[in-house]
C-alpha cells in the first residue's frame, strides 16, 4: 500500500490548530529571550556576583606593628607571626593516638583538650600564639575541624629590665600598658585587603583590585639608652635586694634634652610570660606612683628665699636650739650643730633652718615656685596613669604646714616629677618638658628661676655630697656631683608609720655643666640603713660614674680616690 | 571578496592565538611576581625573628656576664684610666 497515499494522511485538521501551536512555541521563545535579555542585560549584577564568587577571592593583608627601638636602634619590642590553633568541636574527630599527640604539642593536659572540644559551642580556641614550627606539626597530624589563624605576638628582648616603660600588648596585639598603650596609634598597623582571581589550583593569577592598602605601623625610637637602662636596672636591684626594700624606682634624665635615658622600676615582671602577675609587679612608680619627697623639697624652698632677694646662701638662720614649735607642734633637728648658714641648711639637711626659711616666705610664694616646677600636675607624657601629685593651695595652708612643706612633708610627688624639677637646677634656671621618645631637636626649656639662683643652689647641692654633707656616698670619683637626700616616713592610714621609710636621692653632674639628672627612690629599707644618703645615694654614684662613662662625659673634677668619712661619723639628716 | 575574508579571518585566529598566549604569560608572570611578594614578607618576617634574636643574644647582661666571668675582664678603676682631653679647651679644665 502506497504510503502517500494513506487516508489519515488525507485528513485535514483545522488550521487554527497549528496557528496555535506556532504561536505558543513563539510565545515560549519570546519569554526564554526576554528573560535572557533580563538576566543579561538589565539585572545582570547578582549573577555577574555569583560568577565572580567562583573565582574571586578578597584576601585580607596583614600589617606588622610597629618595632620599638631605643635611642641607638637597639631593639626593644617586635612582633612576629604566630599561630593560634581553633576548633569547631562538633566537627573534630580523632584517634586517642592523635589526641595524645596533639596534647603534647599544645602543652596542654589530654583532660584539657577533651574539655574544650566537647563544649557545645561552634568555635573554640585551643590555643593561641603558638610558634609556628609547632603550628606546622599540629597541621600534620590531619585532624579535621581543626583550624590555625595567623596572629602575631609582640616579643621584648630586654624583658624585665624594660618592662615598666615599655608595657606589653594583649592577645589582640593591641597595647595595653606603657609605652605600647600611649603610642598605640603610631604601632598599629591597619590591615589591608584586595580582590584577586584564583585558579582552579589555588594560585592567584591576577590582581582585580586593592581594597583597602595595608599601613604597616610606624617603628618608634624611644629616649631610652639600652646600656644605661641596665646599668640602671642593675644597681637599682642591688640596692633592692642588699636593703631588703619592698620596691625601688630610679630614673635618668638627660639635662641637655628633656629626655628619659632610662627608667626602671622593682619590682618588676615579665613580659614575654606573663602569667600571675601582681599589681605591685606591674606598677611603674617612677610615673604612676607619689611619695612624700622630704628633703629633696628643701631646695626649692631656699631657691624661693634666695629668687626673692631675702636670703643669700650666707644668710644666717637661728638654728641653734634644735627645735622650733608652731602652735602645738614641734619641728626637731637630730643634731645641733648652733647657728647655721642657708648654704649649710641644704648641706646638713636641717628640717628646722628649712622651717625657719619658709616661715620667713609668703605662702603663695612657696606655692608658685611648686606649682611652676610641675608638682601638682601629671607631666605631659601621654604615658597612661602618669600622676599629678597632691599640692593643696595656699590659702589653706596652715603655718605648720607651710614649715613641714619646706621639707618635703604634706605635700607628695611622683619620682618624675622630682626628677624634672631638679633640670631648673641643673640648668640654669630652666625646667625642661620631658619626652619619652627619642628628641633629635631639643625642646625649648621655661624659665623659672633666675641663672644666679640656679647658680648658687648649684653649689649648696655640690656641698651636700661634700664630707660634712648628708651624701658623701653619692660622690662619682673623677666629676664633680651635685645632688639632696630625702627620708621620709611613710604615710599610713592617715599618719606616718614609725619605722617605714622611703629613702630618696636626687642629684646631677657633672656640677660644672650639668649632662644628667638621676633620680632614685627606694621605699621600706629594712637592713638596717634608711638615710637616702647611706641606702639611695650609693645607688646614684654608681649609675652617674658608669653613665657619665658610657656617655663619654669629660671629667670636671681631678680624678682621685674618694675618701668616705668613717662610720659613723657621717651627717645624718633629719627625718 | 572571498580572498579578503580569508585574510581576515586568518588575522583574526593569529591575533585571537596572541591574546591566550600574552594572558596565559601574563598569568605566569603574576604567579610569580605573588611569590617573590610572599618570599619577600616571609623574609622580613624572618629578619624579624633575626633581631629578635640578635637582641637576645646581645643582651647587656649576657654581653657583662661572660666579659666578666669567661673574659675576665674588668672596668678598669680610676687609678688605672687616662683620661685624654680634647684639644681644644674646654671648661672642663677649672
Not at chain 1, 191 to 207: C, H, N, T, W, Y
Not at chain 1, 230 to 259: H, M, R, Y
Not at chain 1, 395 to 407: F, L, S
Request: aromatic share 6%; with cysteine.
Amino acid at each position: 500500500m502506497n504510503y502517500a497515499a494513506s487516508p489519515v494522511l488525507a485528513l485535514q485538521l483545522p488550521l487554527w490548530r497549528s496557528r496555535l501551536l506556532l504561536a505558543l512555541i513563539a510565545g515560549g521563545f519570546l519569554v526564554l529571550a526576554g528573560r535572557a535579555v533580563y538576566l543579561q542585560g538589565l539585572n545582570n549584577d547578582f549573577l555577574q556576583q555569583k560568577g565572580e564568587s567562583r573565582y574571586s577571592r578578597v584576601l585580607e593583608i596583614s600589617a606588622n606593628r610597629g618595632r620599638i627601638t631605643d635611642r641607638n636602634g637597639e631593639a626593644l619590642a617586635i612582633s612576629t607571626p604566630v599561630k593560634s590553633v581553633w576548633a569547631i568541636p562538633e566537627e573534630v574527630q580523632y584517634s586517642s593516638q592523635q589526641r595524645a599527640k596533639l596534647a603534647a604539642l599544645l602543652e596542654l593536659p589530654p583532660q584539657e583538650v577533651d574539655k574544650r572540644l566537647n563544649e557545645s559551642t561552634s568555635f573554640v580556641y585551643l590555643k593561641r600564639q603558638i610558634p609556628p614550627e609547632i603550628a606546622e606539626r599540629v597541621s600534620e597530624l590531619q585532624i579535621p575541624g581543626l583550624f590555625q589563624n595567623r596572629e602575631y605576638r609582640r616579643y621584648y628582648p630586654g624583658g624585665e629590665v624594660m618592662a615598666h616603660v615599655l608595657g606589653f600588648t594583649g592577645a589582640d596585639d593591641a597595647g595595653q600598658e606603657g609605652i605600647e598603650l600611649a603610642f598605640q596609634s603610631t604601632l598599629a598597623g591597619k590591615s589591608g585587603s584586595r580582590r584577586v582571581i584564583k585558579d582552579r589550583l589555588g594560585q592567584i593569577v591576577e590582581d582585580m583590585e586593592s581594597i583597602r592598602e595595608a599601613q604597616n605601623g610606624r617603628d618608634l625610637a624611644l629616649a631610652l639608652d639600652a646600656k644605661l637602662q641596665n646599668l640602671a636596672f642593675a644597681q637599682l636591684k642591688l640596692a633592692v635586694e642588699s636593703n631588703k626594700a619592698k620596691a625601688g624606682a630610679i630614673v635618668v634624665l638627660d639635662a641637655k634634652t628633656g629626655e628619659v635615658l632610662a627608667l626602671a622600676n622593682l619590682p618588676t615582671y615579665n613580659p614575654n610570660n606573663r602569667t600571675r602577675l601582681s599589681g605591685a609587679q606591674l606598677r611603674n612608680r617612677v610615673i604612676t606612683d607619689t611619695f612624700e619627697p622630704g628633703s629633696t623639697l628643701k631646695p626649692f624652698t631656699v631657691a624661693v628665699a634666695i629668687e626673692s632677694g631675702k636670703l643669700t646662701p650666707e644668710s644666717n638662720i637661728a638654728t641653734a636650739a634644735g627645735s622650733l614649735t608652731i602652735g602645738r607642734a614641734t619641728i626637731h633637728d637630730a643634731h645641733r650643730f648652733g647657728d647655721m648658714t642657708v648654704a649649710q641648711v641644704i648641706q646638713r639637711s636641717s628640717n628646722v633652718g628649712a622651717a625657719k626659711i619658709a616661715l620667713g616666705l609668703p605662702p603663695d610664694a612657696m606655692w608658685d615656685m611648686f606649682d611652676k616646677v610641675g608638682f601638682g600636675s601629671a607631666p605631659r607624657l601621654g604615658f597612661p596613669g602618669a600622676a599629678s601629685g597632691k599640692l593643696r593651695p595656699h590659702k589653706t595652708w596652715r603655718p605648720i604646714e607651710q614649715a613641714t612643706m619646706a621639707y618635703g612633708h604634706g605635700i607628695s610627688v611622683s619620682l618624675l616629677q622630682l626628677a624634672r624639677a631638679y633640670t631648673m637646677f641643673a640648668r640654669d634656671g630652666e625646667l625642661m618638658p620631658l619626652s619619652l621618645v627619642r628628641v633629635d631637636a631639643p625642646l625649648a626649656g621655661k624659665q623659672v628661676i633666675s641663672p644666679a639662683t640656679a647658680r648658687k643652689l648649684r653649689d649648696m647641692l655640690e656641698l651636700a655630697v661634700e664630707p660634712g654633707g648628708t651624701a658623701p656616698r653619692a660622690r662619682v670619683m673623677g666629676y664633680r656631683v651635685a645632688g639632696k637626700t630625702g627620708t621620709a616616713h611613710k604615710e599610713e592610714n592617715g599618719g606616718y608609720a614609725e619605722h617605714k621609710y622611703v629613702s630618696s636621692f636626687v642629684g646631677f653632674a657633672p656640677a660644672s655643666d650639668p649632662r644628667l639628672v638621676i633620680a632614685v627612690m627606694i621605699d621600706e629599707p629594712s637592713a638596717g640603713q634608711y638615710y637616702g644618703g647611706a641606702v639611695a645615694a650609693p645607688v646614684f654614684s654608681a649609675v652617674m660614674g658608669g653613665a657619665l662613662r658610657m656617655l663619654g662625659v669629660s671629667p670636671d673634677a681631678p680624678l682621685k680616690p674618694l675618701e668616705l668619712p668613717p662610720e659613723n661619723t657621717e651627717i645624718k639628716e633629719d627625718v | 571578496m572571498a580572498r579578503i575574508n580569508l585574510i581576515l579571518l586568518l588575522a583574526l585566529t593569529a591575533c585571537a592565538l596572541g591574546l591566550v598566549t600574552s594572558q596565559h604569560k601574563a598569568r605566569k608572570l603574576f604567579a610569580e611576581l605573588e611569590r617573590e611578594q610572599e618570599r619577600a614578607k616571609q623574609l622580613d618576617v624572618e629578619w624579624g625573628q633575626l633581631q629578635l634574636e640578635q637582641s637576645t643574644w646581645a643582651m647587656h647582661a649576657r654581653v657583662e656576664k661572660i666579659a666578666r666571668e669567661r673574659l675576665r675582664m674588668s672596668t678598669p678603676d680610676a687609678k688605672r684610666t687616662q683620661m685624654v682631653m680634647p684639644a681644644a679647651p674646654t671648661e672642663v679644665t677649672r
